[in-house]
Nanobody
């Protein structure tokens, strides 16, 4: 089992920044990738970004490319989602998830999920 705990959400004005944290514990050796997803009210869950647990390769949804990054601290088993130049349309509940595949953008490809954290961007 892998446990994921998220933190760092909040309210920010458009153009501002927030950093989300995703701390992993348990059988972290089984993790291939950490993905970030978000779900806005009335919308489908969408893929945001992912980082390979070993090696650090990343990829991003087009909607956040150039604004979001997802660095990691392996010593702390923690992955971050650094969100810059935030827009009102980034408002959503953000989730991190752990999976055993790479280049997976479907949520069904991830086995373990964090509890989610609310990000609200005001205009």
């Amino acid at each position: 089992q892998v446990q994921l705990v998220e933190s760092g959400g909040g309210l920010v004005q458009a153009g501002g920044s927030l950093r989300l944290l995703c701390a992993a514990s348990g059988r972290t050796f089984s993790i291939v990738a950490i993905g970030w997803f978000r779900q806005a009210p009335g919308k489908e869950r969408e893929f945001v970004a992912a980082i390979r647990w070993s090696g650090g390769s990343t990829y991003y949804a087009d909607s956040v490319k150039g604004r979001f990054t997802t660095p990691r601290d392996n010593a702390k088993n923690t992955v971050y989602l650094q969100m810059n130049s935030l827009k009102p349309e980034d408002t959503a509940v953000y989730y991190c998830a752990a999976g055993r595949g790479w280049l997976v953008v479907a949520g069904t490809g991830y086995n373990y999920w964090g509890q989610g954290t609310q990000v609200t961007v005001s205009s």
